[in-house]
């Protein structure tokens, strides 16, 4: 119950932190006008860059996100066995369909990496698999919608991000071991379980634990 | 419609996610999901993390003229991108063969054929015998009920065995029930439909 509470408040005051430094952003790019600071903090956030695409086809948001995504794709690639230049292959075709099927976006049910994951995810199985698989489920739950012009939106879902990597940090880390090397390899959780000679329900019960978390702490996203 | 008793571990909706599942166990588990909003809102969770976490990578720069490769292309229309649902009449199922009475198998292929994935349909109050599993099986029900020794099983309900578990499922009286099965090869059962039967009914 004490460490509970504890994580909580380390959760509680890295949330304030974060929020202190987005406010700290806007009051830069106020002042930047001058250009001095210009470089001190790169970029929007997805969200507001995802919804510069959607509403306008605005291309220099695509380049934005592209400089900002598309390099995290590509690392996420290679740690899943990619060589590099199918990694870059993919990466951008992943971003070229963020632009193609922007209007699948909903900022709603997704944030614009969890979007994004899906997209790799999916381009990776099939590139790798060279066949159809049945993740083309996670783009079809996603159907075309009416513009999301609610400014709202927006700062829920960068609140709601925030809230899914303090779920994440706030995991043991025996939990934490699990969820990286599932996410960051091609192994399903019975190889993770035989890869650190450990009993399958040890792996199982762990990652149960940890979805129980993320979904206590981050709410249903739907 | 109510919502399903029966769902897949967390470890098999993280493997689904992760995208570590092979196509015909992801398919079983993709038709458990158009019937569990409860599992559908557990993916989107664990797909925000999936996010986080590539976010959290270390960036690795693409080669130098990517970007306008990029920024070039947006004009041009893509691939053609399917983005369609795989539900049970989407699968490309091989022809309908009767075993007997009420009861046949739909075979498909998907992947490279790695696995097996076919529906299975049980007449109204068939009685199966005991029988056992080779190697991991997901089942998702589409239509009708049966019941075993875990329970009741109605349409959208999740089922995974494994090797060691045996069960003798009991199909509710009311009407036929219909199965999306994944399962593992080699399955030598399989190899003569009769000996499936036999598995099956006992018959
Ligand atoms: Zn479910």
Known sequence: MIAQALSYETVQSRRIERQGRRSARVILRVVGETAVIAEAEPVEDACALMLRITQARDKAAFRALFQMLAPKVKAYLIRHGAPPAQAEDLAQETLLTVWRKAEYFDPRKASVAAW???????????????????????????????????????????????????????????????????????????????????????????????LARLRGMVGDLA | MTTPNHHPAPAVLSDYVSGALRPAFATVVAAHLESCPHCRAAVQTLEALGGAMIEDLAPVSLSEGRIEQAMAALDQAGPEVEAHAVTADRIPFGPERWLAPGMSIRKAKVGNGEDLLYLLRLPAGQKTVPHGHVG????????????????????????????????????????????????????????????????????
């Open chain 2, 136 to 203: 991991t099986e997901f089942t998702t029900v589409l239509k009708g009920a049966y019941v075993d020794g875990e329970g009741r099983f109605a349409a959208g309900d999740f089922c995974e065995m494994s090797n060691d578990i045996e069960h003798q499922p009991h199909v509710d009286r009311g009407g036929e029930c219909l199965c999306l099965i994944a399962s593992e090869k080699p399955m030598r059962q399989f190899t003569r439909l009769g000996r499936f039967v036999h598995m099956i009914t006992g018959v």
């Open chain 1, 116 to 210: 994004v994951f899906t997209i790799a995810r999916n381009l990776r199985i099939d590139a790798l698999r060279r066949e159809r698989s049945a993740m083309s489920y996670a783009l079809s739950v996603l159907e075309p919608d009416q513009a999301p012009d609610n400014p709202e939106i927006e700062s829920s879902t960068a609140e709601r991000e925030g809230r899914v990597r303090d779920a994440m940090q706030s995991l043991p880390r025996e939990q934490l071991e699990v969820i990286r090397l599932s996410f960051y390899s091609d192994k399903a959780h019975a190889e993770i379980a035989h890869e650190l000679s450990l009993p399958l329900g040890t792996v199982k019960s762990r990652l149960r634990l940890a």
